[in-house]
T-cell receptor, first 109, second 116 residues
Framework: KNEVEQSPQNLTAQEGEFITINCSYS?????LHWLQQHPGGGIVSLFM???GKKKHGRLIATINIQEKHSSLHITASHPRDSAVYIC???????????FGTGTRLQVFP | DAGVIQSPRHEVTEMGQEVTLRCKPI?????LFWYRQTMMRGLELLIY????????DSGMPEDRFSAKMPNASFSTLKIQPSEPRDSAVYFC??????????????FGPGTRLTVL
C-alpha cells in the first residue's frame, strides 16, 4: 500500500463548481504540503500546514492529524485552476517529503 | 525577485555524456532541494542542502549522480555518465532561513533532460 493516497486521480468539473481533492497518508507527519503543477510543468507550492485549516483566495486546505487526512478545496472553480494537485506529507521519522501521485483537475467553461 | 533560476531549460544528450544542471536559489534562501520527476515514479527528492551543506542525499540514485553547492547562490547536479533512464524533468527548489523542509518551497521552472 502506498504511504500517500490521493483521490480522485482524475477530476473534471464545470466552471463554478466546488472541488474537493483528498489525501490520506499512513505515516506520522510533521507537516503537509499541497503543490500545484500547471500544464506547462511549473510547480507552485500552495500550502504548508501542520494543523487545522488555511485559506488563500478560493483555495482552502484542511488537515486532520488524528485521521491522517488532508483535503484541498477550490471554491468557484475556474478553467485556470486546471492542473495537477500533489499532496506531500513530511514524514516525522525520516524528515522526508513523500509525494502523492497527484490529482489531475480539468475545469471546463 | 527573479525566483529560482534553472539552466538549461532543455537538454538533449547522448548516452554516456556528462550532463550538468544548474540552479540559482532565491537570494537569502538557505535551503535548496533537487527533485526529479518522471511519469513512472512521480516527484522524488534527490538531495537537500542547508547552508550549502548536503543534509540528505539518500535520494541520489547512484554514483553517477553528484551535487554540489559551492556557495549560497549556486548549485549543480551532475550526471556522469548519463543513461536513457535518467530522462526526466529535474526541479530545483529553495526555502527561506529556518524553513528547511517545513516551509513553503519555491520551485524553479525545471530542466527537461532527454538522454538518447
Amino acid at each position: 500500500k502506498n504511504e500517500v493516497e490521493q483521490s480522485p486521480q482524475n477530476l473534471t468539473a464545470q466552471e463554478g463548481e466546488f472541488i474537493t481533492i483528498n489525501c490520506s497518508y499512513s505515516v506520522g507527519i510533521s507537516a503537509l504540503h499541497w503543490l500545484q503543477q500547471h500544464p506547462g510543468g511549473g510547480i507552485v507550492s500552495l500550502f504548508m500546514l501542520s494543523s487545522g485549516k488555511k485559506k488563500h483566495g478560493r483555495l482552502i486546505a484542511t488537515i486532520n492529524i488524528q485521521e491522517k487526512h488532508s483535503s484541498l478545496h477550490i471554491t468557484a472553480s475556474h478553467p485556470r485552476d486546471s492542473a495537477v494537485y500533489i499532496c506531500a506529507p513530511l514524514s516525522y521519522n525520516t524528515d522526508k517529503l513523500i509525494f502523492g501521485t497527484g490529482t489531475r483537475l480539468q475545469v471546463f467553461p | 525577485d527573479a525566483g529560482v533560476i534553472q539552466s538549461p531549460r532543455h537538454e538533449v544528450t547522448e548516452m554516456g555524456q556528462e550532463v550538468t544542471l544548474r540552479c540559482k536559489p532565491i537570494s537569502g534562501h538557505n535551503s535548496l532541494f533537487w527533485y526529479r520527476q518522471t511519469m513512472m515514479r512521480g516527484l522524488e527528492l534527490l538531495i537537500y542542502f542547508n547552508n550549502n551543506v548536503p543534509i540528505d542525499d539518500s535520494g541520489m540514485p547512484e554514483d553517477r549522480f553528484s551535487a554540489k553547492m559551492p556557495n549560497a547562490s549556486f548549485s549543480t547536479l551532475k550526471i556522469q555518465p548519463s543513461e536513457p533512464r535518467d530522462s526526466a524533468v529535474y526541479f530545483c527548489a529553495s526555502t527561506p532561513p529556518q524553513g528547511g523542509r517545513t516551509d513553503t518551497q519555491y520551485f524553479g521552472p525545471g530542466t527537461r533532460l532527454t538522454v538518447l
